[in-house]
């Protein structure tokens, strides 16, 4: 069984802060683990993915995420926000053929 | 490198009515996946396909949602009769293989009144 956890519905940050997006996975394997970032009236769009290499996962528009076994987490994480980082994101675990989805964390970014 | 197709982006229907839509993957991609997205959540599984075999269609409620996928490449989902709640985005994604990462089209906003 697998199941993901994103542990905020909301995060609110100010521009050129810090973002933290919190999430925790179930997998009775070693699963793929994904972050999707969905903009307003847009598909979703890969953020960057773990694929059982290196642990600390850079993606796209300066987001990284570190795999952390032992605490069964996916956490993602940007240095500094920026306005266009205002989305949804899905972080989403990927094994044994079947695609799980986290309910998702609204980002909002504040001037 | 062409992306996951979908059409309509919109349709509009009244419930009891039927409805129609399409999608065709990425070139080569073996596993199509079709999802459900309610305003305010996150995308729900309908059904996967491995090629044009069936992987997963446990949350698809099979008494109004179908679905096909001839010859492995183009798949079509339907919905008859529609109910209120089927109000939602259906999103198609494509992927290469087995843990791969999926891509997705643009989904289909689908309003039942």
């Known amino acids: 069984a697998q199941s993901v956890t994103q542990l905020d519905s909301h995060v609110s940050v100010s521009e050129g802060t810090p973002v933290l997006l919190r999430c925790n996975y179930s997998s009775s394997y070693s699963p793929s683990l994904f972050w999707y970032v969905q903009h307003p009236n847009k598909g979703l769009q890969l953020l960057l993915k773990?694929?059982?290499?290196?642990?600390l996962v850079k993606g796209i528009n300066g987001f990284e995420a570190e795999f952390k076994k032992s605490e069964t987490s996916f956490h993602l994480t940007k240095p500094s926000a920026h306005m266009s980082d205002a989305a949804e994101y899905f972080c989403?675990?990927?094994?044994?053929?079947?695609?799980?989805f986290g309910a998702g964390t609204t980002v909002t970014v504040r001037a | 490198e062409a992306g996951v197709a979908q059409s309509p982006r919109y349709k509009i229907i009244e419930k009891r009515q039927s409805v129609a839509f399409w999608c065709n993957p990425i070139?080569?991609?073996?596993?199509l996946y079709w999802y459900q997205q309610i305003l305010g959540q996150g995308p729900k599984l309908l059904i996967q396909?491995?090629?044009?075999?069936?992987?997963?269609d446990s949350q698809l409620p099979k008494d109004r949602f179908s679905a096909e996928r001839l010859k492995g490449v183009d798949s079509t989902l339907k919905i008859q009769p529609a109910k209120l709640e089927d109000s939602a985005v259906y999103l198609c994604a494509s992927s290469h293989g087995r843990n791969t990462e999926a891509f997705f089209g643009q989904g289909t906003r689908l309003t039942v009144v």
């Open positions: 396909f491995q090629n044009n075999g069936v992987v997963d």
């Open positions: 070139s080569g991609h073996a596993t």
């Open positions: 773990y694929t059982s290499a290196a642990t």
């Open positions: 989403v675990v990927f094994n044994d053929y079947k695609l799980s």
